[in-house]
């Protein structure tokens, strides 16, 4: 899903995000299973680095609310999500992906934004 990265996808779960139906679809055809508007775009295009370049990403969770960022760029927020605990899962769709740190760290609070 090159050029995708920070798309949330709803199997199972689901979220709420600013924009939802710009960014989802119309309303009456989101679900969380098979068959319905599961795919909430990311905010921003170009934020990847090309093909076989390293990128960073930081994904922060707290209580009900996910943000994920690429390379400095915020990609999504979500808020009031049902899944606020479980397992930690790193995939790839249909193409090799490689992972050179993975750090996790709790939280108690919103890091500080830089100015």
Same mark, same amino acid.
């Given at each position: 899903?090159?050029?995708?990265? @920070?798309?949330?996808?709803?199997? =199972?779960?689901?979220?709420? =995000?600013?924009?939802?139906? *710009?960014?989802?679809?119309?309303?009456? *055809?989101?679900?969380?299973?098979?068959?319905?508007?599961?795919? +909430?775009?990311?905010?921003?295009?170009?934020?990847?680095?090309?093909? @076989? #370049?390293?990128?960073?990403? *930081?994904?922060?969770?707290? @209580?009900? #609310?996910?943000? +994920?960022?690429?390379?400095?760029?915020?990609?999504?927020?979500?808020?009031?999500? &049902?899944?606020?605990?479980?397992?930690?899962?790193?995939?790839?769709? @249909?193409?090799?992906?490689?992972?050179?740190? =993975?750090?996790? &760290?709790?939280?108690?609070?919103?890091?500080?934004?830089? *100015?």
């Amino acid at each position: 899903m090159h050029e995708n990265a @920070g798309d949330f996808w709803c199997i =199972v779960e689901d979220i709420n =995000v600013p924009d939802m139906e *710009k960014r989802r679809g119309a309303r009456e *055809k989101w679900g969380i299973t098979e068959g319905k508007e599961r795919r +909430v775009m990311n905010l921003t295009d170009g934020s990847e680095n090309p093909l @076989g #370049s390293w990128n960073a990403m *930081k994904i922060t969770c707290l @209580g009900d #609310s996910i943000q +994920v960022e690429l390379n400095g760029d915020l990609l999504n927020f979500g808020y009031d999500c &049902t899944a606020n605990h479980g397992h930690i899962a790193l995939q790839a769709e @249909g193409a090799e992906v490689e992972f050179r740190k =993975v750090e996790l &760290t709790p939280i108690s609070r919103w890091p500080e934004q830089p *100015k």
